[in-house]
């Protein structure tokens, strides 16, 4: 997970807010003059996209598509149920070092710890975290936001089919709400392989907020009343039932909610989109 964590340093500017605020284009331009090193190093925040827009990113064009090549493999971090913390590459490749005649390794483990590490009941080496998936959300719909419709990637790596920044956060969110909804066979991968929540007219329906998902199938683990940050799934599903990658590229960063037209029964829709 680390190694994506620098896709979600992103941020864009709308055109708008140079031309109100001219002396901090100028301040900037000082400021990146001054450091050609940096420049080289980052995605060019002088170079307008969309709508005259800037990005404020780590990860440059070419950075940013072999990041998303490994992200969206479902080889390595994308599972049927989100973005993988750990690539499972590293369930035949664990990463092995030998340190003063010990031998320590980082395997791909989907579910709970399989060491003592932390208390051994929490698990970064695998599982699905909803915050960090919300993160990269978040920023496919920056770089979206920037580059439109033009920039197109390889979802899942390898399938052939080209998806759009917005698409591919769509599904991924598409993936996540899937934990809680009931599959082909009525079941709900969130409830694993627990007959009494699946099957028990008390409790089938009542999903619970579980600290985080098995890599591979979506159960819940860890504590179970975590809808600080879980219940976060159901932000996305809203967004994107509510929004369009249209009206996104349209409305960029004008308002952290913005109101979309309205429902059938004329109740209007929002949809956050900063």
């Known amino acids: 997970m680390v190694g994506l964590l620098p896709l979600c340093a992103a941020t864009v500017y709308e055109g ?13 331009m000082r400021f990146l003059a001054a450091r ?4 080289r190093s980052i995605h060019d925040p002088l170079k307008t996209g969309v709508g ?22 479902e080889n390595e971090f994308l599972s049927p149920y989100g973005i993988r913390s750990l690539s499972r590459y590293h369930a035949d490749h664990p ?8 031998e320590y390794r980082v395997s791909y483990v989907p579910a709970e710890s399989d060491s003592g ?24 719909l ?8 033009d920039f197109k990637v390889e979802c899942p790596t390898g399938s052939g089919r080209q998806m759009t920044l917005y698409q591919v956060a769509e599904e991924i969110s598409r993936r996540l709400s899937s934990i809680f909804l ?31 998902f098995h890599g591979d199938n979506g159960a819940g683990l860890g504590a179970s009343h975590q809808t600080g940050w879980t219940g976060i799934v159901a932000r996305g599903m809203h967004l994107f039932a509510t929004t369009t990658p249209e009206q996104a590229l ?4 004008a308002a952290t909610v913005v109101e979309i037209e309205s429902d059938k029964s004329g109740a209007p829709l929002t949809a956050a989109i900063r």
């Open 16 to 28: 708008e807010l140079i031309a109100q605020y001219p002396e901090v284009a100028e301040r900037m």
């Open 36 to 39: 050609p090193e940096l420049s």
């Open 52 to 73: 005259g827009r800037r990005l404020g990113a780590i990860l440059d064009e070419k950075k940013l598509r072999r990041v998303l090549a490994k992200m969206l493999d």
């Open 95 to 102: 990463y092995v070092v030998h340190v003063a005649g010990q």
């Open 117 to 140: 590490m932390f208390g051994g009941n929490s698990n970064w080496r695998g599982p699905i975290w909803a915050p960090v998936n919300a993160l990269l959300l978040r920023a496919l």
């Open 142 to 149: 920056q770089y979206y936001m920037y580059y439109g419709d």
């Open 182 to 212: 009931k599959d082909e066979n009525g079941r709900r991968p969130v409830f694993g392989g627990s007959t009494k929540f699946q099957n028990d007219p008390q409790w089938r329906d009542y999903p619970l907020f579980y600290e985080y």
């Open 250 to 253: 349209q409305l960029g960063k």
